[in-house]
């Protein structure tokens, strides 16, 4: 089981200090919080992207690159690229030189976004995004993995005898993760691809993010990937701990109350109770944790949201202190121990190089998503 993090990259105001960070602020905590979670043991560290305030994660491989160069193990990932309104050529070489710099810790989450304006910001159209979507995708797989592109579609100009450079580290590409919150055809071209699907199940009902993996994995299976329980799942999880439960609702409630993302809305027990968010105990967050598998089977990738809403760069270094000691550990063992062993572990790129050299080549062309 890969364990980690991923921001959402927001710059909001601590609401019971009243101060806003920089933009400079922020990108440094980043860099910060990514050293701890190696520190403490923890697997990934993801970023989103973002165009817009009140985020700061416009350029998500810049960041990742200067983490890289401060790092040793832990892999690098985005909790979305935008495949919408970002170049596939650009998402291509970017990645792949990233690579090359963290010596294969890189892969990434591809997924639409959830900002409506940054379509227009960027030259496209939001109704054609599950098209651009596929294209793109379709686009930058062949990118990747044929040296010599020959290319037309409906969204960009057309390539011929295009080479995109760097050529991705041992002739292997990141993995990919496609995420979503709630279209069924991103998990649809996860299965067709036997990439791996990521729910950030961090805002709606277990249920909701059931159905999606339900779909990915039953389609996974039909495509010919393996069997439906092998198929690559991550998930995204949120919690505020204190070793005393009480204090971490007393002071984690303002930052919930004020926060952009669902403040002013359920309470955060009625939240805590039908959402993945955990306020509370180390004990309580392994248990709600450990829930996870009961509902959405084994899966390879656990993430954790823990420095939005306002919190202090301060606060959530304690946080990841809290959760190496006493949840860590225990949370890992157990969903090892739970996971069968002809169910896939994470990727790793030294796993893809591998299997690479074991598997025979196959060309893949874009599902009819009609």
């Known amino acids: 089981m890969q364990i980690g993090v991923f921001s959402v990259s927001d710059i909001?105001?601590?609401?019971?200090?009243?101060?806003?960070?920089?933009?400079?602020?922020?990108?440094?905590?980043?860099?910060?919080?990514?050293?701890?979670?190696?520190?403490?043991?923890?697997?990934?560290?993801?970023?989103?992207?973002?165009?817009?305030?009140?985020?700061?994660?416009s350029s998500p491989t810049t960041l990742l690159g200067y983490i890289a160069a401060q790092t040793e193990r832990i892999i690098l990932s985005t909790a979305t690229t935008l495949i919408t309104t970002n170049d596939p050529v650009k998402i291509a070489?970017?990645?792949?030189?990233?690579?090359?710099?963290?010596?294969?810790?890189?892969?990434?989450?591809?997924?639409?976004?959830?900002?409506?304006?940054?379509?227009?910001?960027?030259?496209?159209?939001?109704q054609d995004s599950v098209e651009l979507t596929v294209e793109n995708y379709n686009l930058l797989r062949q990118l990747w993995d044929k040296d010599t592109v020959n290319w037309e579609g409906k969204f960009r100009t057309p390539l011929h005898n295009f080479t995109s450079t760097p050529r991705p580290l041992d002739g292997v590409a990141p993995f990919v993760w496609h995420g979503s919150i709630r279209t069924p055809q991103v998990a649809e071209i996860a299965a067709y691809f036997g990439d791996g699907f990521f729910a950030n199940n961090i805002f709606w009902p277990k249920e909701h993010y059931m159905q999606l993996i339900s779909l990915y994995r039953e389609r996974y299976e039909h495509y010919g990937h393996g069997r439906a329980d092998q198929a690559i799942?991550?998930?995204?999880?949120?919690?505020?701990?204190?070793?005393n439960s009480q204090d971490a609702v007393n002071e984690f409630r303002p930052y919930f109350d004020n926060a952009p993302v669902y403040g002013h809305g359920p309470t955060m027990e009625d939240f805590t109770a039908q959402t993945p968010l955990t306020v509370g105990s180390p004990q309580e967050v392994l248990e709600k944790t450990l829930s996870f598998q009961e509902y959405f089977g084994d899966y390879q990738r656990q993430l954790f949201l823990i420095d939005h809403a306002g919190l202090p760069l301060k606060t959530v270094l304690e946080q990841l202190d809290l959760f190496g000691e006493y949840v860590l550990p225990e949370l890992r063992r157990e969903l090892d121990s739970r996971r069968p062993a002809?169910?896939?572990?994470?990727?790793?790129?030294?796993?893809?190089?591998?299997?690479?050299?074991?598997?025979?080549?196959?060309?893949?062309?874009?599902?009819?998503l009609q």
């Open 342 to 368: 002809d169910v896939p572990e994470g990727p790793t790129h030294a796993a893809r190089v591998e299997a690479a050299r074991n598997a025979a080549p196959h060309a893949s062309a874009a599902p009819s």
């Open 93 to 126: 070489e970017d990645f792949a030189m990233l690579q090359h710099l963290a010596d294969g810790r890189v892969d990434l989450v591809l997924g639409r976004g959830n900002t409506a304006p940054v379509y227009p910001w960027f030259g496209k159209n939001m």
């Open 12 to 57: 909001t105001r601590d609401p019971v200090t009243g101060r806003i960070p920089t933009e400079g602020e922020r990108i440094k905590s980043a860099v910060a919080i990514a050293k701890k979670v190696e520190e403490i043991g923890m697997d990934v560290y993801a970023t989103g992207e973002h165009h817009n305030p009140p985020f700061y994660a």
């Open 233 to 243: 799942v991550g998930l995204g999880g949120q919690f505020f701990m204190r070793r």
